[in-house]
């Protein structure tokens, strides 16, 4: 087993020990994904510092204890469409992707271009985009020509709950989001049902701001 193999383990076993991780869909994700292939070189030895880190423009990958976090939140299962806003470097929806596996589908947006591209030579470089389709655009809009979806989860804070979003989700379908100012959010559960929305919070976060028609100009 290589270190950065080792430094995996040992960051899986802290996030179970610390309550991050519960299920054993989520523990097999973490341990399977290499956050170090998501990474620009230079940051490779980091890759298992519980700490989010730049992956360049501006952006950063969030820390590993975060993305535990939404994809327990996010209820998910084999099978599933997924909708991700804020592709980054592509490692949170390779996690999600392994979560859903066999037969899901994760949909990430993504409006900086080169971090499209970056996102999308990860995930070919790791074998995960079979399983994720990358879309350079305005993620506060959605992406309306896969709709609806059973899963969206929002990897950037948005100043309220973009409108298309919702109107993207399946009945029944679960939304995650980190709603508030420009860096410091709270992370929210929207569930969309037959007669409208319920909502949960779930503690507060910072992430990058939300750019778009419905998000922070």
Same mark, same amino acid.
């Given at each position: 087993?290589?270190?950065?193999?080792?430094?995996?383990?040992?960051l899986?076993?802290?996030?179970?020990?610390?309550?991050?991780?519960?299920?054993? #869909?989520?523990?097999?994700?973490?341990?399977?994904?290499?956050?170090?292939?998501?990474?620009?070189?230079?940051l490779?030895?980091?890759?298992?510092?519980?700490?989010p880190?730049?992956?360049?423009?501006?952006?950063?990958?969030?820390?590993p204890?975060?993305?535990?976090?939404?994809?327990?939140?996010?209820?998910?299962?084999? @099978?599933?469409?997924?909708?991700?806003?804020?592709?980054?470097?592509?490692?949170?929806?390779?996690?999600?992707?392994?979560?859903?596996?066999?037969?899901?589908?994760?949909?990430?947006?993504?409006?900086?271009?080169?971090?499209?591209e970056?996102? #999308?030579?990860?995930?070919?470089?790791?074998?995960?985009?079979?399983?994720?389709?990358?879309?350079? @655009?305005?993620?506060?809009?959605?992406?309306?020509?896969?709709?609806?979806?059973?899963?969206?989860?929002?990897?950037?804070?948005?100043?309220?709950?973009? #409108?298309?979003?919702?109107? #993207?989700?399946?009945?029944d379908?679960?939304?995650?989001?980190?709603?508030?100012?420009?860096?410091?959010?709270?992370?929210?559960?929207?569930?969309?049902?037959k007669?409208?929305?319920?909502?949960?919070?779930?503690g @507060?976060?910072?992430?990058?701001?939300?750019?778009?028609?419905?998000?922070?100009?």
């Amino acid at each position: 087993m290589t270190d950065l193999s080792n430094a995996r383990e040992r960051l899986v076993a802290s996030l179970l020990r610390r309550g991050y991780i519960v299920s054993p #869909q989520v523990e097999k994700a973490m341990r399977t994904v290499p956050r170090e292939e998501f990474l620009p070189r230079d940051l490779r030895d980091e890759a298992y510092i519980d700490t989010p880190l730049p992956i360049g423009d501006g952006q950063t990958i969030s820390a590993p204890h975060m993305v535990a976090i939404m994809v327990e939140k996010l209820d998910l299962a084999s @099978g599933l469409d997924v909708l991700e806003i804020g592709a980054g470097s592509g490692y949170h929806a390779a996690v999600v992707a392994e979560a859903i596996s066999p037969g899901g589908h994760v949909y990430t947006m993504e409006r900086l271009p080169s971090l499209a591209e970056f996102a #999308q030579d990860n995930l070919r470089r790791t074998g995960y985009d079979r399983m994720v389709s990358v879309i350079v @655009g305005d993620g506060s809009k959605g992406l309306p020509e896969h709709a609806p979806y059973d899963r969206i989860f929002v990897a950037c804070g948005a100043p309220d709950i973009p #409108q298309p979003l919702v109107d #993207q989700l399946k009945v029944d379908g679960e939304m995650l989001i980190p709603v508030g100012e420009r860096y410091c959010q709270d992370l929210i559960k929207v569930v969309r049902r037959k007669g409208g929305i319920t909502k949960e919070n779930h503690g @507060g976060c910072v992430f990058v701001p939300l750019v778009g028609e419905h998000g922070y100009r």
